[in-house]
C-alpha cells in the first residue's frame, strides 16, 4: 500500500512541481513519509520473527524496500526545494527581487545534487535481487521505477540549468547575448525570417537591459559590402548579404556565429551567445502571459490569433522596403519581453516549462561563444543547441 502511495504521489508532486506549487508538492512528500513510517512501525512489531530466523529473505527484502521508499521520499523532498531556489533566482535576475541571484543559486545546487544522490540510489537498489523475493509487489515496483526516473530526469535538467545559468547572467561580470526573432511563417533554414533582434544585457547576475530593433535598422549600419551565397543572390535576386538572412545554414550554431559577426560589423558591439525565437515560441509564451496590447496598431494580440495577424501586417500593403513586417514583430515581441522581465509576480514555472517545450520543438534555440559552456549544454544533451 505504501508503494502505491508513493507512486500516486510522486506523480502528484510531479504536477504541482511543474506548476510551481512547491507546498502542495512537499504536502504530498509528507503523506509519503507517513506511510514509510507506518512500515517501519509493522517492521519493529515483528521483530520476534527475524530473531528467531523465520523467513531472513523476506525480511531484508522487506527493510531494504523501506530504506528505498526513504531514499525516493527524501529526494523528491530535495528536488522540490532546490527547484523552488532555481525559481528565486529567477526571481532575482529578473529583478523581481532586489538582492543577488548568488545564494539562490547556491542554495539550488546543494539541494539538487542531494536530490540526486538518494534518487540515483534509489534507482540502484531497484535493479538489485534482493527486492525479487517479494514477487507480489513487482508490478508496483516496477511502475515506482518508471515514477523515479521522471524525477531525475527533472533533477538533472534543473542541475545542468544551476550549473550553467550563473555564467549566463554574468553573476562576476557583465555579458550580452543577441537575440533573434524569427518569424516562421516564412521559412529559412534555422525556422524563419529574422524580422526583428534584441541585445539583452547581464550583470553581476541582473538583466540590465533589453533593446530589441528592427533588423533593417541594424542592417542599414553595415558599411561592407558582403557577397550572399549564391542561392540568396539568385533565388532571391538580393545582391548584398546582411544580417536578416545570416541563418542560412541549417545548423544552428554556424548561422548563430554568422548572425553575431553581422551585428558586430553593423554595431560595433560584441555579444557572448545567440538565441533564435521564433513565432511558435511566442505563441506559447502568451499562452502564459495572456493577450498583449499594441497601441500603435490599436489592436490586442493573443496566442489564438497571433500568426494571423503576423501574416497579415506581413502581406498587407508590402512592397519592396515595406517595414511592415518588421514593425508588427518589433513592438509585438518589445511588449512581450516588457511584460514578462519587468512586471512582478510572473509565473515563472509555467514560462519555464513554455520555454522548454520551445526548445525541444526547435522553437527555441541557443548558441554560445564560450566554448566550454556550449560544450557543456552539448554534453548535457541539451535540446535547441
Given at each position: 500500500?505504501?508503494i502505491i502511495s508513493l507512486r500516486s504521489n510522486l506523480s502528484e ?204 535598422e541594424i542592417d542599414g549600419q553595415l558599411k561592407l559590402n558582403v ?159
Amino acid at each position: 500500500w505504501s508503494i502505491i502511495s508513493l507512486r500516486s504521489n510522486l506523480s502528484e508532486s510531479v504536477e504541482h512541481l511543474s506548476k510551481g506549487e512547491f507546498e502542495k508538492g512537499l504536502d504530498a512528500i509528507k503523506e509519503v513519509k507517513v506511510g514509510i513510517g507506518q512500515i517501519d512501525g509493522v517492521i519493529k512489531s515483528l521483530d520476534t520473527f527475524k530473531q528467531i530466523g523465520a523467513l531472513n529473505k523476506q525480511w531484508q527484502a522487506i527493510q531494504e524496500l523501506s530504506s528505498l521508499l526513504k531514499d525516493v521520499a527524501d529526494g523528491s523532498e530535495q528536488a522540490i526545494l532546490g527547484t523552488k531556489e532555481l525559481y528565486e533566482s529567477l526571481k532575482a535576475v529578473s529583478g523581481e527581487r532586489q538582492e543577488s541571484p548568488r545564494e539562490y543559486f547556491d542554495k539550488a545546487q546543494a539541494e539538487l545534487g542531494l536530490a540526486d544522490f538518494y534518487l540515483s540510489k534509489a534507482s540502484a537498489s531497484l535493479k538489485g535481487e534482493t527486492l525479487q523475493n517479494l514477487p507480489f509487489i513487482k508490478t508496483q515496483i516496477t511502475e515506482l521505477s518508471k515514477r523515479i526516473q521522471i524525477y531525475s530526469n527533472l533533477v538533472k535538467k534543473s542541475r545542468a540549468v544551476v550549473a550553467i545559468l550563473p555564467q549566463v547572467v554574468a553573476i562576476d561580470g557583465k555579458s550580452s547575448y543577441l537575440l533573434l526573432l524569427q518569424n516562421n511563417a516564412e521559412l529559412r533554414p534555422t525556422g524563419g525570417f529574422i524580422g526583428s533582434v534584441a541585445k539583452v544585457d547581464f550583470e553581476g547576475g541582473k538583466l540590465k537591459k533589453l533593446a530589441v530593433s528592427d533588423v533593417y535598422e541594424i542592417d542599414g549600419q553595415l558599411k561592407l559590402n558582403v557577397d550572399p551565397p549564391k542561392e540568396i543572390k539568385s533565388d532571391l535576386g538580393v545582391p548584398r548579404w546582411f544580417l536578416r538572412d545570416s541563418n542560412w545554414e541549417p545548423d544552428f550554431p554556424t548561422s548563430a556565429r554568422q548572425a553575431e559577426w553581422f551585428y558586430t560589423k553593423s554595431t560595433g558591439s560584441r555579444v557572448n551567445g545567440v538565441v533564435a525565437l521564433d513565432v511558435s515560441a511566442m505563441q506559447g509564451l502568451l499562452s502564459v502571459v495572456g493577450p498583449i496590447d499594441l497601441a500603435d496598431y490599436g489592436e490586442s494580440v493573443s496566442e489564438d490569433d497571433l500568426f494571423e495577424k503576423a501574416t497579415t501586417h506581413a502581406e498587407q500593403g508590402f512592397f519592396p522596403g515595406s517595414q511592415a513586417k518588421k514593425n508588427f514583430v518589433t513592438a509585438l515581441s518589445t511588449q512581450l519581453f516588457n511584460k514578462i522581465f519587468f512586471l512582478p509576480k510572473q509565473n515563472w514555472p509555467a514560462i519555464v516549462e513554455s520555454l522548454g517545450k520551445s526548445f525541444s520543438g526547435k522553437h527555441l534555440m541557443i548558441y554560445l561563444s564560450d566554448p566550454k559552456l556550449f560544450s557543456y549544454l552539448i554534453v548535457q544533451n541539451w535540446p535547441g543547441v
